[in-house]
T-cell receptor, first 114, second 111 residues
Framework: QQQVKQSPQSLIVQKGGISIINCAYE??????FPWYQQFPGKGPALLIA?????SEKKEGRFTISFNKSAKQFSLHIMDSQPGDSATYFC?????????????FGKGTKLSVIP | DAEITQSPRHKITETGRQVTLACHQT?????MFWYRQDLGHGLRLIHY???????NKGEVSDGYSVSRSNTEDLPLTLESAASSQTSVYFC??????????FGQGTRLTVV
């Protein structure tokens, strides 16, 4: 079974701090790595995504770092805010035609305390 | 605005009953997915469809079925509900490699 391993399971960060969530994958055919953010009672929503042809992608306070050789990628949230408190899922998929399924990590519950 | 809606939002059913969860999207996306979300397991794929009349099994398909008769809908049926199927169910849709859009979820309790 294709897997994406995510850590930590939960994370508590002070307001203004940096939140870091890590993911590792096994399938070298994966070539699209999105992160989803989920607030309580809501469905997940795309936050940011990266392809392995770049090592980093930044959108505002959110950055994905990608290490193809180590088969690892991570989400960094700079200047974390209480409004960032949510569950974050990393995911991966591969791009042969007819293969659009996402394989998700188990999620990280982030709590940002004032 | 285009959207994806799930119904019902909450349901309680008895063991052994057949249950159908609805998913309707107005994005006109070809790809539709059903996931279940459980503590400690994240999101696991149940079934998916890449177009009308196309359905495929995911990681945890036992006890579930889907049918795709049109682009907009992918209902999920639990043939004979079991307590192990108590979960939050999410439907999603996407087009090619674009963003997957998720519904608000259905919380199902099997008693």
């Amino acid at each position: 079974q294709q897997q994406v391993k995510q850590s930590p399971q939960s994370l508590i960060v002070q307001k203004g701090g940096i939140s870091i969530i890590n993911c590792a994958y096994e399938n070298t055919a994966f070539d699209y790595f999105p992160w989803y953010q989920q607030f309580p009672g809501k469905g997940p929503a795309l936050l940011i995504a990266i392809r392995p042809d770049v090592s980093e992608k930044k959108e505002g306070r959110f950055t994905i770092s990608f290490n193809k050789s180590a088969k690892q990628f991570s989400l960094h949230i700079m200047d974390s805010q209480p409004g960032d408190s949510a569950t974050y899922f990393c995911a991966a998929t591969n791009t042969p035609p007819e293969s659009y399924q996402l394989t998700f990590g188990k999620g990280t519950k982030l709590s940002v305390i004032p | 605005d285009a959207e994806i809606t799930q119904s019902p939002r909450h349901k309680i059913t008895e063991t052994g009953r057949q249950v159908t969860l609805a998913c309707h999207q107005t994005w006109n996306h070809n790809n539709m997915f059903w996931y279940r979300q459980d503590l400690g397991h994240g999101l696991r794929l149940i079934h998916y469809s890449y177009g009308v009349q196309d359905t495929n099994k995911g990681e945890v398909s036992d006890g579930y079925s889907v049918s795709r008769s049109n682009t907009e809908d992918l209902p999920l049926t639990l043939e004979s509900a079991a307590s192990s199927q108590t979960s939050v169910y999410f439907c999603a849709s996407s087009e090619g490699w674009s963003e997957a859009f998720f519904g608000q979820g259905t919380r199902l309790t099997v008693v």
